[in-house]
Nanobody
Framework: QVQLVESGGGLVQPGGSLTLSCAASGFAFDTSFMRWYRQYPGKERRLIAAIPSSGRNPNYEDSVKGRFTISRDNVKNTLSLQMNNLKVEDTATYYC?????????WGQGTQVTVSS
């Protein structure tokens, strides 16, 4: 079955960096459009970055543009999110996701906390 397992979250000071990873299995990762979302407590998940199967021309939500970089390794079936210059408002739970047909699949999420 489809599995998405995020890792790499943690506590970081403002201005710091983290790299999130998402290990994918159970579907054709190399031909799938992949996305990163984040969710604040009590709020809906919000798309922040997306990358096509080729890895070219990813898209970003304005608040993370220039600070976050989405990438993928189609050999290792891994999606990554490099997060630089982190801000307190980046504190959230981060999820990777894939849409397969009518079903959207999610990982369990990884918590990122930015605090001094």
């Amino acid at each position: 079955q489809v599995q998405l397992v995020e890792s790499g979250g943690g506590l970081v000071q403002p201005g710091g960096s983290l790299t999130l990873s998402c290990a994918a299995s159970g579907f054709a990762f190399d031909t799938s459009f992949m996305r990163w979302y984040r969710q604040y407590p009590g709020k809906e998940r919000r798309l922040i970055a997306a990358i096509p199967s080729s890895g070219r021309n990813p898209n970003y939500e304005d608040s993370v543009k220039g600070r976050f970089t989405i990438s993928r390794d189609n050999v290792k079936n891994t999606l990554s999110l490099q997060m630089n210059n982190l801000k307190v408002e980046d504190t959230a739970t981060y999820y990777c996701s894939v849409q397969l047909g009518l079903s959207q699949h999610w990982g369990q999420g990884t918590q990122v906390t930015v605090s001094s």
